[in-house]
């Protein structure tokens, strides 16, 4: 209607905004305020504790404290002084009942004691029941304690009283059954079934009767034996059935305790046995405390415990197996009878009822058994690889009668040595065949692999075949290895790789004992080795290799034409002249880079054995340095023509010292030379390259040997020499502005000077009075302090300037 006013017109005049920005406004605004108030609060709670603080009376006698320190903790809880006061009082009462028992019975009649003891056990006894019921437990428990450690007591004063004629190992047997008994009934008690101390005693207590009775009885070992395993059985059922933890702990100990002891005792008198029916009885002992172990361990599957439970079954089984065969087969078969029935366990596999966790510590208890059939053989195979090093000292003194002398050479031969190639073939068998899972098959069959290779090895001196029939299976049994390595996956072609170098190792210092041999097997394994280089994946490893076997085999023919080292030396070279031909070829870089490593080796043999030669030794020296320089034509080995430059100097060193030349600048001048030419070459491509790098080495290695020799040489040739090479070497150096040459040759210049004018400076100082030098040192040193004096004062003045400046 006309002049009415609406909600819209009004919300505009007045400038409000919308319900929705307007309510998030509020809510800001409270959120401010309820900040603000919270800072207040906390100020206002600071300011009455700061004043509290302050209006406080002060006593001098009161030690300041922070408002804010802890009250002291407590160093002992109430409970733990509780316990201890507790079982301090047991203990006491315990040792004066036993104090009583037997110091002062004697005192008493018959009649007396009777009463006394059972007076006090039985109130020991019976005090816990209303002291559980008032909720007192751990009072309860130390007085159950100490009613139990009455009761032996009174067992002990039964003995000493009425039965004192009785033998007392069977007593104490009695004595502890009885005492279980009773400790178990009193646990088991309604009124005192709270007590944890009882029934854990009572455990503890049944560990004795069965061993006592067999040790009273004199029953023999056997029978404490098995006393000790029933026990541990006993045990087992205990720990398997009950639920109170302290029972199940106490089984669990008294079962490993014993039955531990019962087993260590049955093997004793399984190794011991001297026949076939003490073998029996120690295996029935054995195979008791197998079934005690696997009974447990699948009462209690899926623990712990149940693994090892299995794996101890399995050995025992193993063992207790064993035992009879033991006496009645030769010793050397001991070890195979064992190992065939470890490898029966693998049976375990196939039996789908047994439980998994049975089944896997069964092939546990397999393995465990053929590892230690293993270690057995390693005596044997140690001997077979590193007995042939004993050659190294007899070298060509003559062929043994058989592979066995040739292994052993002055070590004896283990005597049950011939068992050994049936160990290891039946464990690669095993690994062979019976392993099927992907992630272990093929390290299987690497581990079968080695195996066979060391049954292979060991046959020739087990079976004492001739010499040369026992290095002959070396060879072919090399070849094998390498062509294994061949035609294999990558996975097992470094095992075959290796077993092949160590073969080939083995066969070399076994043909040490014969020149012949020697020289024939080092021919066979380098065309060998050379074979397996053409293009195959072996090449980094047997390329090398060959080159070494075609070193030795140029030493061994130089040494069987009876040539001096020296001349061997230029043959030995020929093996690094081929070799750098082979690294020329388009290859691999590995394989290069390993052929190279051969060539410097078998050129540092080559230089080893010229040393006692000077002039064969600057020959071979020169001849690796061609090599080398050839090397260095190569793309990317260039810096290997360093080293030929040092071997050519070197070759240039030697040779001069053959011929007696003494001058050093015969030997510092061919290595200036080229290094002032290749600095020369340097500064022309690269200007930033400075003349320290370019030409102070070839400086320096002339100038300063020839000013050592010139302060010893009386003569004039070699300091007139020097001199002007020195004053060439400066005007050089001011010529082109290069400070090297200016600074060496002006230094080198400068001493020659001295020294050829000091037996002048020499007189002169003779001439002068003794007074003169320290006059003129003290005046060097005034003229220093008066110089460092006015350097002192114009600092001073410049400071007083500056401070007249601020």
């Known amino acids: 209607m006309p002049g009415a006013v609406t909600r819209d017109t009004l919300r505009v005049m007045t400038h409000l905004p919308p319900p929705a920005e307007e309510l998030r406004l509020l809510d800001a605004e409270l959120r401010q305020l309820d900040a603000r108030r919270a800072q207040l609060l906390t100020r206002r709670a600071w300011l009455v504790a700061a004043l509290q603080q302050t209006q406080r009376p002060s006593r001098p006698w009161a030690h300041p404290r922070t408002p804010s320190a802890p009250p002291p903790r407590p160093e002992a809880a109430a409970p733990s002084v509780q316990n201890v006061l507790l079982v301090l009082g047991g203990v006491l009462l315990t040792l004066a009942a036993a104090v009583f028992t037997l110091v002062s019975w004697g005192h008493m009649g018959i009649t007396g004691r009777a009463l006394v003891l059972g007076a006090v056990t039985l109130t020991a006894l019976a005090v816990p029941v209303p002291l559980l019921k008032r909720g007192l437990r751990s009072t309860a428990e130390s007085v159950a304690g ?81 006393a000790l395993l029933v026990t541990a059985g006993l045990d087992a059922v205990a720990a398997l059935r009950v639920t109170a933890v302290s029972v199940r702990v106490t089984a669990v100990v008294g079962a490993y305790g014993t039955g531990g002891w019962g087993v260590l005792g049955a093997g004793w008198l399984s190794v011991t046995a001297d026949g076939p029916g003490a073998a029996a009885r120690a295996g029935v002992l054995l195979l008791l405390a197998a079934g005690i172990a696997l009974g447990a361990a699948r009462r209690d599957s899926g623990t712990a415990h149940t693994l090892g439970l299995t794996i101890t079954s399995g050995l025992l089984t193993v063992a207790a197996l064993g035992a009879v065969p033991r006496t009645v087969v030769p010793s050397q078969w001991v ?159 470094i095992t075959a790789l290796v077993l092949a170098l160590v073969t080939a190792v083995d066969l070399t210092l076994l043909s040490l004992a014969a020149r012949t041999a020697t020289l024939v097997v080092l021919s066979v394994l380098t065309a060998l080795l050379a074979a397996f280089s053409w293009r195959t994946a072996l090449t980094p490893f047997t390329a090398p290799a060959a080159l070494v076997y075609a070193a030795a085999l140029a030493s061994a023919t130089g040494a069987a034409a009876n040539w001096p080292p020296a001349r061997t030396a230029l043959l030995v070279l020929a093996v690094p002249a081929v ?4 690294a020329a070829r388009p290859v691999e870089r590995r394989t290069v880079v390993a052929v190279e490593v051969a060539a410097a080796a078998t050129g540092l043999l080559a230089a080893g054995l010229a040393v006692t030669d000077p002039p064969l030794l600057a020959l071979v020296l020169a001849l690796c340095g061609v090599i080398a320089a050839g090397t260095a034509l190569r793309p990317g080995r260039r810096p290997v023509g360093y080293a030929a430059t040092a071997l050519f100097v070197l070759a240039a060193w030697v040779r001069l010292a053959a011929w007696d030349v003494s001058a050093p600048e015969a030997y510092t001048l061919p290595v200036t030379v080229p290094a ?131």
């Open 676 to 806: 002032l030419l290749v600095g020369a070459l340097r500064r022309r491509r690269d200007p930033r390259v400075t003349s320290w790098t370019a030409y102070g080495a070839g400086l320096a290695a002339t100038l300063l040997p020839s000013l050592v020799a010139t302060w010893a040489d009386p003569h004039w040739t070699r300091p007139l020499l020097l001199g002007a090479a020195a004053l060439l070497v400066t005007l050089l150096g001011a010529r082109h502005h290069l400070q090297a040459p200016l600074v060496l040759g002006g230094a080198v210049l400068t001493l020659v000077t001295l020294h050829e004018l000091a037996p002048y400076v020499v007189q002169v100082t003779g001439a002068l009075p003794r007074w003169a030098p320290p006059a003129l040192a003290g005046l060097l040193l005034l003229a220093l302090g008066a110089t460092y004096e006015q350097r002192i004062r114009d600092v001073r003045r410049m400071r007083e300037a500056l401070g007249r400046m601020n």
């Open 579 to 582: 070799a750098a031909l082979l």
């Open 146 to 226: 100490l009613g139990l450690a009455l009761t032996v007591l009174d067992a002990y004063a039964l003995h000493e009283a009425a039965l004192a004629r009785t033998g007392g190992t069977g007593y104490a047997a009695a004595a502890t059954a009885v005492l279980a008994v009773v400790w178990a009934v009193y646990g088991r008690l309604p009124v005192t079934a709270a007590l944890r101390l009882p029934l854990p005693s009572a455990l503890a207590a049944a560990q004795l009767p069965l061993l006592l009775w067999a040790v009273a009885a004199d029953a023999g070992p056997h029978a404490v034996t098995a």
């Open 335 to 493: 070890v195979p009878v064992h190992l065939v029935l470890g490898v029966a366990l693998l049976g375990a596999l196939r039996a789908v009822r047994l439980p998994d966790a049975v089944r896997r510590g069964w092939v546990w208890a397999s393995a465990v058994v053929q590892g230690l059939a293993l270690l057995g053989t390693l005596p044997v195979l140690a001997l077979v690889v590193l007995g042939p090093a004993g050659w190294l000292g007899r070298v060509w003194s003559g062929a043994p009668s058989d592979a066995r002398a040739a292994v052993t050479v002055d070590a004896p031969w283990p005597s049950d040595a011939a068992t050994t190639p049936v160990a290891l073939l039946l464990v690669a068998v095993v690994l062979a065949l019976v392993v099927r899972k992907e992630q272990w098959r093929s390290r299987a069959r690497l581990g079968a692999l080695g195996l066979l290779w060391a049954a292979a090895l060991s046959l020739p001196a087990i079976l004492t075949v001739p010499y040369a029939a026992g290095v002959s299976v070396l060879a072919v049994l090399t070849a094998a290895a390498l062509h294994t390595a061949r035609t294999t996956a990558a996975e097992a072609r």
